[in-house]
């Protein structure tokens, strides 16, 4: 066995699910063959433990390396910073210096908190509006992290956050006491939305959503969920942690026109660099001067200076349209890829979060593409996050790929079906939502 699969082997024996993210764990992808460890990156490019290189057609850094893995000018930013130390008892001037560049990007926002995690800037957003509005009750669209407030929706009889995000998140450990605190409505589901105001309007401290995902908005969704949930006094907060600065430079409620009370940010913004921030009116911010929001390593250096060399590079190369056109590319790649070679696919999702679906044996295909393109030196699996080191060349090697691994998987498919494709793959097919790992 490879030192990257013993390695994994291991942890799963030390650390409770494996991994810390859901997201990178291997089971994910191609159980027993994906290189769950990375030693090395660089541009979009991974090395694993057993120096195998990879280039990188996934979610690069989970959406957090926007301009590529290692980017050399917030490298450098950062350590100059380290070597003049990151961490005192004084607070640091990179906070206030990135406080007033995202007012400026966003000059409906008055105020800013920071914190290092995009699951703790959910967590505090939904805080500060319980806080400034007095009310307990969250309505809720989307994925947007592990705390109690979010998984709360899951606790009672039914698994509200099963067609929201992934299926399958078990709220053990959440106090009971939540139950009924949370409410789910699905993305452009007016009614659904309308329903949850008239039963819950005056308890609800606030909407918590993505306002893109994949795909955009209903004409008026966006204007009718602000304008019902100012209407009965609740708050408006937008998530873009995931969508924030690829599809447009601050945040795609800059594009789709709707502003929100509060928006959070993080991934992209500190190009994996731990940052978060939460920001919003004076009004809608009032709550954060009335309850107790603290943490020591919200005061460190590395996050703030890591974000404004991140969004000074972000803005220079208009990385979002650089995105976008990559995503186009292989979006049309994949699909003619897989025509070529009698392959059913659907391709979804904006240019900047491409994805596609097979259209028969969706899992043990999705196992049997990642396992062959990682044959062919690549990370592969059916969603693209493009970013700034995604370059022509790069694409090419990609597009040949493409057409090597199509080919196998329609040879496959024509040799037998379901009975092939396992054979194939060589190994367990991947998981599909949430699933409890042992051993």
Known sequence: ???????????????????????????????????????????????????????????????????????????????????????????????????????????????????????????????????????????ICGYHGWSDWYLACNLGERDSLDGIHLAGLEPAGVPSGLTGSAVTFHYGDTEEFDSIIREYGDRLACVIMEPLRSTLPPKGFLEHVRDEIHRVGGLLIYDEISIGWRFTFGGSHKVLGVTPDIAVFAKAMGNGHPIGAIIGSKAAMDGAQKTFISSTYWTEAVGPTAALATIEKMEKTRVWEHAARVGEIVKKDWMEAATRHNVKIHCDGVPCLAHFAFEEYGQELKTLYTVLMLKEGFLGNVGLYPTLAHTDEVLDLHRTALDKVFYEIGETIRKGGRETILEAIGGPVCQAGFQRLIG
């Open 1 to 139: 066995m490879s030192i990257t699969q013993e390695t994994y082997r291991h942890a799963k024996q030390v650390i409770p699910g494996g991994v810390q993210l859901l997201s990178k764990r291997p089971e994910m992808f191609a159980p027993e063959q994906w290189p769950g460890y990375a030693v090395r990156a660089k541009g979009c490019e991974v090395w694993d433990m057993d120096g195998n290189r990879y280039y990188d057609m996934t979610t690069n850094g989970i959406g957090a390396c926007l301009l590529g893995y290692a980017d050399p000018d917030v490298s450098k930013a950062v350590i100059s910073r380290i070597e003049n130390g990151s961490m005192s008892s004084l607070n640091v001037p990179e906070e206030v210096y990135l406080a007033d560049k995202l007012i400026e990007i966003h000059p409906w926002a008055e105020s800013v908190r920071f914190a290092r995690t995009g699951g703790e800037t959910c967590a505090v957003a939904v805080r500060i509006a319980r806080a400034t509005t007095g009310r307990d009750m969250v309505a």
